[in-house]
């Protein structure tokens, strides 16, 4: 559909006091006037605008009213068969017309107004604000970079790829030289799969970082970090279960799988992570049944941890709790698992508590 119809003749003023050339002449005809759809609605407009009525057309977008405002300059005279014509078109759209809706998400939180909660509403209000400061970009790269780097480090590879896509590169930089080599890599990768995001998106992870700039970070819903959440769930999941979530996570966001990896503590972790003097504090507080079944589940596949606690046992304890792993039966498959979690249960709750701390295991670098 052409926006104006070929000029007919005359002349009218157009945008900034310019000389519009007009799309119509009149030439005294009784017939109706193609129009375009543009041109009908600038008929519809100076209809109500010489009536003495108004209209808010400023909830447009600003490239249709300047359209708008073109076309409206440039039609020049019709006739009254035209105008009769579009009226009649006008009439049965609006007859035909059902039910309107606001035309934005700002109109329709301002509709909803005192139907939904005022909590939910400021939110909605704050994430899909239509006006966020030019040079919100700008802010947030004044920010610390040991901040940034902890946000990009918290979030997921993708949003971490959008904040330091927005940030000017001297920022982005410095915030990369923070990162962990892992998530440096990941958010690298994943600046890949940000083509298709959207500046709505771009805005709403803007206004995020600006809302929880200084804000405390203690009043979410967890406690915990989701490593540790991760971490806690594992911990308490049988080898085979967690071998396979690992491998998933892994898929899905290798710098996350490498964190809760680091946060697992195993029955075979506690050779490597358990000093020896913090043994006996392990012995006090599982009971002796539970310390039997997890030790006799462990020495099938785990036969240097099980040494590694009797050894730092005294001679007479280590001897008698031999003597009577002797006698029990081997437990095995889900009754094995559930015996040595116990054990490993026991250890984390001394290290939550800070009896004990867990020694840092470091990866060595691959040569």
């Known amino acids: 559909m052409n926006m104006v119809a070929q000029p007919r003749g005359g002349a ?9 050339t007009t799309a119509f002449a009149f030439d005294g005809s009784d017939t109706p006037i193609k129009l375009n759809g543009a041109q009908k609605a600038a008929v519809i407009v100076q209809m109500i605008l010489h009536s003495g009525g108004a209209i808010p057309l400023s909830v447009m977008s600003e490239a249709t009213q300047v359209h708008l405002a073109r076309v409206y300059a440039s039609m020049g005279p019709i006739n009254k ?28 939180l301002d509709a909803l107004e005192g139907n939904l909660s005022d ?21 947030i790269a004044d920010l610390p970079p040991e901040e940034l780097a902890q946000r990009v480090a918290a979030e997921s590879p993708r949003v971490g790829a959008i904040i330091l896509s927005k940030l000017p590169a001297s920022a982005s930089s410095d915030v990369m030289e923070i ?81 809760v ?28 049944e539970e310390l039997n079944a997890a030790l006799k589940a462990g020495m099938a596949e785990h036969s240097a941890v099980v040494e590694f606690i009797l050894e730092n046992l005294s001679k007479r304890m280590a001897d008698a709790i031999r003597e009577e ?15 040595m979690g116990k054990l490993t249960a026991a250890i984390r709750q001394l290290e939550e508590s800070g009896d004990i701390m867990l020694l840092v295991v470091e990866e060595e670098d691959a040569t």
């Open 119 to 139: 909590s939910l509403l400021e939110r909605m209000r704050q994430i899909h604000s239509p006006t966020l400061p030019k040079n919100t970009w700008e802010l």
């Open 325 to 339: 792993l002797e006698e029990l039966p081997t437990p095995t498959g889900k009754i094995a698992e559930t015996a």
């Open 12 to 20: 009218g003023f157009g945008i900034g006091g310019k000389i519009a």
């Open 261 to 288: 990896r680091k946060a697992i503590f195993t029955f075979a972790d506690i050779l490597t992570r358990l000093k020896p003097t913090d043994i006996p504090a392990i012995i006090r507080v599982l009971p002796g």
């Open 179 to 259: 990162l962990e080599i892992e998530t440096a890599n990941a958010v690298t990768f994943a600046i890949s799969e940000t083509s298709a995001v959207t500046t709505d998106t771009v805005d709403i992870v803007a206004q995020t970082i600006l809302d929880s700039d200084g804000a405390n970070s203690d009043g979410g819903a967890f406690t915990a970090k989701p490593v540790a959440r991760a971490a806690s769930l594992l911990n308490a999941a049988g080898s085979a279960q967690r071998d396979a979530v690992l491998d998933a996570l892994d898929a899905l966001d290798t710098v996350f799988a490498a964190q």
């Open 81 to 108: 068969a035209t105008v009769a014509k579009v009226l009649t078109e006008f009439a049965a759209h609006l007859d035909a017309h059902g039910l309107s809706f606001p035309v934005d998400t700002s109109a329709a």
